[in-house]
């Protein structure tokens, strides 16, 4: 899930006041709520929306939760990675890895071997808190918002000092999702790089989803087995078919996701017709703070959108960064025949919802005049029989 920025200037008024905004929230046992409290608070990871809902949620644990979406365990907590390292040596290490230079990155590895193996932790409630040097290659979050251009050759000094395969895969994992690495055409030279010196390109497939179909290419090319979630991306409708009975629900769950954000209908069908949620806000690590109708809708899939309508999805469930609705997310992207189409829906569901109401209220109203004697009313004759006064 994206992390939320900090203001400027953070205080932990403002902390407190959207502490018990989520308190209210969860007492509402709003979806919304349950999603950002699984994915920021550890004591509920994996727990289902009946669970965080049936516990008694104290302010510091949604104090906790509004911290780790940003990143950091407290508004204190907001200088950039770089520069809230300690250790002397990886300091300089990083500042070296910045600047592009091989030579003098080599030699100072060289006086501090212990370096490439160390590993620097970090406060906070999302990815990168305990990276070694190697994982600063990546970019990913953003420090400086580009690479030197010679990042290629920099990774090669630290990967000749010798990495852990946990430093690799993970790596790899954060090079595949990154924007800058994109960006700056390094995303596949470093995949390759990574992969030579044994990255298992398994390891990243899923995360590469989210990061362009061209990481995801680069990683079945180096021998990433093809599994659900991967077809649902690519549209291999067959191998979907294929792979579907066995698939975990986890993984189901993320290729509806998937096959919605990138606009796969005929899969998208064979997941509600294996019984999918529509509705369900998507997995962790992909797009979770929206829901397939948001996702779809963004990216301009009008089959898709006009499907998962069909088939039960809601139109009024907000996004959990913006609280947008999926209309809303359609007209942000400019998707004007989309977002009438939603908007229409819109509307026909309020007046269907008020003549729902208005059948109920009539019916209350007809039985109230039959109980104080005015009328018999004999629904299993579909007519109202007036009595005479007495």
Not at 113 to 123: A, G, Q, T
Not at 226 to 236: C, F, K, N, Y
Not at 323 to 339: C, L, Q, S, V
Request: proline share 5%; hydrophobic share 40%.
């Amino acid at each position: 899930m994206p992390v939320r920025a900090l203001p400027s200037k953070p205080n932990l008024d403002h902390l407190k006041y959207q502490a018990k905004d989520l308190l209210r929230d969860h007492s509402r046992r709003d979806l919304v709520a349950a999603q950002r409290i699984r994915e920021f608070h550890p004591r509920f990871a994996g727990a289902t929306d009946a669970e965080i809902f049936n516990v008694h949620l104290r302010l510091r644990d949604a104090q906790l939760v509004i911290a780790r979406e940003s990143g950091y365990p407290s508004w204190a907590r907001n200088l950039p990675h770089h520069e809230r390292i300690e250790d002397a040596a990886f300091r300089r290490a990083v500042e070296l890895l910045d600047s592009g230079n091989v030579a003098g990155l080599r030699a100072h590895l060289r006086q501090h071997p212990n370096v490439v193996r160390e590993r620097i932790v970090f406060e906070g409630g999302n990815y990168f808190q305990n990276p070694t040097l190697l994982e600063f290659v990546a970019e990913n979050p953003i420090r400086h918002g580009k690479l030197p251009r010679n990042i290629v050759e920099v990774a090669r000094v630290i990967l000749d000092a010798g990495v852990e395969q946990s430093a690799l895969d993970q790596t790899l994992v954060l090079v595949v999702t990154g924007n800058v690495a994109r960006e700056c055409r390094a995303q596949v030279p470093l995949i390759d790089l990574l992969c030579d010196h044994g990255a298992d390109p398994g390891s990243g497939l899923h995360a590469a989803l989210q990061g362009g179909l061209e990481a995801v290419s680069a990683l079945l090319r180096r021998g990433a087995p093809i599994d659900l979630p991967v077809a649902a991306a690519l549209g291999r409708i067959e191998d979907a078919g294929r792979l579907l009975p066995a698939t975990a629900s986890r993984d189901r769950h993320l290729a509806l996701a998937l096959a919605s954000q990138f606009g796969h209908a005929g899969i998208v069908r064979l997941l509600l017709d294996a019984g999918e949620d529509p509705n369900r806000y998507n997995p962790v690590g992909c797009h979770s703070h929206s829901t397939p109708l948001h996702q779809a809708a963004l990216a301009g899939h009008m089959e898709v959108v006009r499907l998962l309508v069909k088939r039960g999805a809601r139109l009024d469930l907000k996004d959990i960064l913006w609280h947008g609705t999926p209309a809303g997310w359609a007209r942000h992207e400019g998707r004007a025949e989309i977002e009438a189409f939603l908007r229409s829906e819109e509307t026909n569901s309020k007046q269907e919802g008020a003549w729902c109401i208005g059948e109920r209220l009539k019916s209350h109203s007809e039985r109230t005049r039959c109980s104080d004697g005015g009328c018999n009313f004999e629904p299993w004759r579909g007519k109202i029989a007036t009595q005479s006064p007495r």
